[in-house]
C-alpha cells in the first residue's frame, strides 16, 4: 500500500489527511508540520481569538484522538528540510528520513518579509501562526497606540480586533485603497467609512519609511509623506509569500508557488502542491496561487481523490469570508480583471457583482449572505450570471433552482 508523506500540518494537510481516512485509503500517511501544535483554525487568529472572545480549545481542527484513531502519523514541532527526488524521501531537520510514494507539499505561506530599519525591535509584530495571535494579544491593552502596516483582510481583521480591545488604531495602506488586490473600489470604500466610523484612523497612499524605538521598543513609525505616528505596537499586515523553498532546492518548478498542473500535480509526478502554496491553472486561463480555507480544503480533497484513483482534473468555485467589527464580508469568484459591476440591496447590506465584459468573475456581498450562497450555488452548478440578471428585479433563488 503506497504511503503518502503531507509536508505542512495547516489546514490543507489536516484536511488530507482526514479525507484520505475517510474515503477508507489505508496506506500509510504521515503529517509534518514545523509549528508544536495539531493542525488549528486560522481564521480566528485575526479575529475573535485576538480579540479575547474565543477559548484556545475551539482553535483545534480535531482533538489529538482523532489523528491515532485515524492512523495519521504525525512529526510537529520539525521542519521538512530537504526532498530527495531520487529516493523519494524527505528528511526532517533532525536528519530523519520518511519515504514516500506520494508526497503532498501543504507548506502555506509566510507573512513577506519587511525590510525597513526597525523591523527587529520590539513591540514589531507580524501574524501568521497561533503563536503570533498569542504574542499579539498580549501587547493589545485599553488605550495602547497600535498601527497597522497594510490595510488587507488581516490588517483590517487586526485593526476591530484591536478596537475590540479598547487601543487606539491606525491604518497605514500604501495603495490607494483597501484590500485592492481583492475588493472593488465600492466594496474597499464601504469598508474605509465602517472602520472609520469605529474610530480606527485610516491613512491610504501611504507607506512606512521606518519604525523608531528606544531601549529596544518601537514607539513610532515614520512614513515615506513625512509623517510621525507615535506606536507601543506594530502590526506588519502586508501580505504573504508562499513557502516554496523545500520544492525550489529539489529543483520543482516554482514561481509564485509551487506549480502545479490542472491535477495539482508538480513537474515532478510523485509529488503535489495544495494550498497557499500551490499556483494552478484556473479554469478562467490564469495561473493563480489564492489564500482561503475554501481553497486549501477542495484541494486538500481533490488530491485525496486523486490518490484514490479518481481521474478527473481539479476544478472549484473560490470563495472568502472576512469579518470586521459585525460585518460579513463574503467573496465569490476570482475578479482579476473587472470593468463593470451591478449592485444589488441597501446602504447596508448589499451585494456588488464584478463582471469582465459579460462575462461574471466575483460576487462580494457585505452582510448579504442570502446572495453569497445563491452565486455558490449557480456558480457551483456550472452556471453563470449576465449583467442583465444581476438586476435588482431578477429572483436570483429562482435562477439557482
Ligand atoms: P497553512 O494553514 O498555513 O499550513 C501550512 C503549515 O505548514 C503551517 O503550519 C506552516 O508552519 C507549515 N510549514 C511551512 N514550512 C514547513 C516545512 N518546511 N516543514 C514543515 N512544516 C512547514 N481564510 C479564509 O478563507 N477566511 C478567513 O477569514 C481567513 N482568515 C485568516 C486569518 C489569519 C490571521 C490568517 C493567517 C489566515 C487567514 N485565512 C483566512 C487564510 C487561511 O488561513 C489560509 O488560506 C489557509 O490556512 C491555507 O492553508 P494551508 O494548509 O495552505 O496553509
Not at 154 to 162: K, P, S
Not at 204 to 219: D, I, K, M, N, P
Request: charged share 20%; aromatic share 4%.
Amino acid at each position: 500500500t503506497p504511503r503518502i508523506v503531507i509536508a505542512g500540518a495547516g489546514t490543507a494537510g489536516h484536511h488530507l489527511a482526514a479525507a484520505l481516512r475517510e474515503s477508507g485509503f489505508d496506506g500509510a500517511v504521515s503529517l509534518i508540520g514545523d509549528e508544536p501544535h495539531l493542525p488549528y483554525h486560522r481564521p480566528p487568529l485575526s479575529k475573535d481569538y485576538l480579540a479575547g472572545t474565543a477559548h484556545p480549545d475551539s482553535l483545534s481542527l480535531r482533538a489529538p484522538a482523532f489523528y491515532t484513531e485515524h492512523k495519521v502519523a504525525t512529526h510537529l514541532g520539525i521542519p521538512v528540510r530537504q526532498i530527495d527526488r531520487t529516493t523519494h524521501r524527505v528528511v526532517l531537520a533532525d536528519d530523519r528520513p520518511l519515504a514516500y510514494d506520494h508526497l503532498v507539499l501543504a507548506l502555506g505561506a509566510s507573512p513577506r518579509p519587511f525590510d525597513i530599519p526597525g523591523r527587529d525591535l520590539r513591540g514589531v509584530v507580524e501574524l501568521r501562526t497561533r503563536a503570533d495571535a498569542e504574542s499579539l494579544r498580549e501587547h493589545l491593552r485599553e488605550g495602547c497606540r497600535v498601527v497597522v502596516v497594510g490595510g488587507g483582510f488581516i490588517g483590517l481583521e487586526v485593526a476591530a480586533a484591536a478596537r475590540k480591545r479598547g487601543a487606539d488604531v491606525t491604518v497605514l495602506e500604501a495603495k490607494p485603497t483597501l484590500m485592492s488586490r481583492a475588493l472593488s473600489t465600492t466594496a474597499a470604500a464601504h469598508l474605509a467609512e465602517l472602520h472609520t466610523a469605529q474610530g480606527v484612523q485610516v491613512v491610504c497612499s501611504t507607506a512606512v519609511s521606518a519604525l523608531e524605538g528606544s531601549a529596544g521598543r518601537v514607539y513610532a513609525v515614520t512614513t515615506t509623506g513625512g509623517q510621525r505616528l507615535a506606536a507601543d505596537v506594530v502590526v506588519l499586515g502586508s501580505g504573504v509569500v508562499p513557502n516554496v523553498a523545500p520544492a525550489a532546492a529539489a529543483g520543482l518548478d516554482v514561481a509564485n508557488g509551487v506549480v502545479v498542473d490542472e491535477y495539482l500535480t508538480t513537474s515532478d509526478p510523485r509529488i503535489s502542491a495544495v494550498g497557499d502554496c500551490a499556483n494552478f491553472p484556473a479554469p478562467c486561463g490564469d495561473r493563480i496561487r489564492l489564500e482561503s480555507i475554501q481553497n486549501a480544503v477542495d484541494q486538500a480533497r481533490y488530491v485525496a481523490r486523486r490518490i484514490n484513483g479518481h481521474t478527473g482534473t481539479y476544478s472549484a468555485v473560490p470563495y472568502f469570508w472576512s469579518d470586521q467589527f459585525g460585518m460579513k464580508l463574503q467573496i465569490v469568484g476570482h475578479a482579476a480583471r473587472s470593468d463593470r459591476t451591478v449592485i444589488r440591496g441597501t446602504d447596508t447590506k448589499f451585494s456588488i457583482f464584478r463582471f469582465h465584459g459579460d462575462e461574471l468573475a466575483a460576487v462580494e456581498s457585505i452582510n448579504d449572505p442570502m446572495t453569497h450562497l445563491t452565486v455558490r450555488k449557480i456558480l457551483g452548478a456550472g452556471g453563470t450570471l449576465t449583467p442583465d440578471q444581476a438586476d435588482e428585479t431578477v429572483d436570483l433563488r429562482a435562477l439557482a433552482r
